[in-house]
């Protein structure tokens, strides 16, 4: 189990989780990269930002 | 199965709920009220209902006993009324403004005349489900919430029952709809389409509740019509007491509304819509909440959006009716919306 780094949520990893894979968090949809299993840990992957004429 | 009438079913509110109570698995609706529309079918007045129901509208003085009365009448027309409403079935559900708030300087304040049946304020459970669930179970009168009200009031509760919040300025930005079915110079196409309106910068009624469910902070409120029929978007700019990182406020919306049937957070950082957006709930009794932190300021600005014919007003009516009868929640309340719109 680890602690999704943007909401906090624990997620559980299944049996077959293996590094560098991408989970998408159940409760604030981020999309998050498994950075290793023991100690399980997760880090954002990277995304795509909205630009409206900024 | 539950007896219902319905007490001024012909403008928007009583169309939306006529709409959910027909196929409402435990009720049966016996009357529709309107003066206007009396002796015809409740599609001339709501043609989305064509072919659903042969049910006609009846005059208020043909109105018979029945187990559950929702009152859709104007505001200030439920308090003259309401001891007639009474003798006619032991639970009533006032979707009006008129029992909302627990005083009557405070609804004389606010609506700027004066209580015709005070003894009765503080008779009635406020109908947020989410605030007074325990209280709604063993109800027999409730006061269904305003459509801001709501949505201010759920987009903000959870920090200022924990004390966080210095002072909040809430914008909204409503849908026509919320002006009911009667129109107005203001409400004609040419002047209509295309505007944004800003229609109470302040003094809007529906603070006196959202002061009142929220306590002694100070609340700064503006309401903005724009081009949406259905719908409510409050963005509510959040000066905290104490300074929070995302993940702490993530852990107290998730506290106070992860079972809510009807409350979701929505915050995303990718996909189409990443914060709450009215249009995707329009006919659904969802309110959807997101937040973001200004980095470095004590603002945190949280939005809700809710349907405000539904989790705004019939909706929340039909929830709070569940609840009062020992029915699941979400019953005639699952439609889940649509995409696109």
């Known amino acids: 189990m680890s602690e999704c780094p943007v909401c906090a949520v624990q997620i559980t990893f299944s049996n077959d989780t293996v590094v560098g894979e991408l989970l998408e968090c159940p409760d604030c949809g981020t999309e ?19 630009d409206w004429g900024e | ?22 196929f409402h698995p435990n009720c049966q609706v016996v009357q529709v009220t309107s003066e206007r529309f009396a002796g015809k079918s409740v599609s001339k007045a709501h043609p989305n209902l064509r072919g659903t129901t042969g049910l006609k509208f009846c005059a208020l003085s043909q109105l018979s006993p029945c187990d559950v009365l929702f009152l859709c009448l104007p505001h200030g027309r439920a308090m003259e009324s309401i001891g007639d409403f009474q003798s006619l079935a032991p639970r009533l559900v006032d979707l009006s403004a008129d029992f909302r708030l627990h005083s009557a300087e405070r609804y004389q304040h606010w609506y700027a005349g004066e209580h015709s049946r005070p003894d009765l304020l503080g ?13 709604l179970r063993s109800a027999a009168l409730v006061a269904c919430a305003g459509c801001n009200a709501t949505a201010s009031i759920l987009a ?4 200022t029952r924990r004390g966080l919040v210095d002072s909040i300025v809430i914008d909204v930005k409503a849908g026509s709809s919320e002006g009911g079915n009667v129109s107005s110079n203001a409400s004609h196409h040419p002047e209509r389409s295309g505007a944004v309106r800003s229609y109470r910068p302040t003094g809007h009624r529906h603070v006196g509740e959202i002061e009142q469910s929220l306590g002694d902070i ?25 300074s929070l990182d995302e993940k702490a406020v993530w852990k107290i919306y998730r506290e106070d509304y992860g079972n809510e049937p009807f409350v979701r957070i929505v915050k995303e950082r990718s996909g189409i819509h990443r914060y709450p957006e009215p249009k995707l709930l329009a006919g659904t009794n969802y309110c959807d909440i997101g937040f973001e932190r200004d980095p470095g300021t004590d603002r945190l600005v949280v939005i809700s959006a809710i349907d405000n014919l539904m989790k ?8 709070c009716f569940n609840i009062m009868h020992g029915l699941n929640e979400t019953l005639g309340l699952e439609f889940p919306g649509l995409h696109p719109i």
Do not use: K, N, W
């Open chain 1, 32 to 50: 998050l990269e498994v950075t290793a299993l023991d100690p399980p840990a997760l880090a954002e992957a990277p995304e795509t930002e909205e």
């Open chain 2, 312 to 319: 705004g007003s019939a909706g929340q009516a039909v929830q």
């Open chain 2, 123 to 135: 008779s009635f459970v406020y109908g947020v489900p989410e605030l007074h669930r325990d209280t």
């Open chain 2, 218 to 242: 100070p609340i700064h409120f503006s309401a903005t019509s724009i081009e949406m029929v259905r719908g409510i978007l409050a963005t509510c700019h959040v000066f905290m007491s104490e």
């Open chain 2, 156 to 159: 903000v509760r959870p920090l």
């Open chain 2, 1 to 22: 199965m539950i007896r219902v009438g319905i007490v001024g079913g012909s403008g928007y509110t009583g169309g939306e709920l006529l709409r959910l109570l027909l």
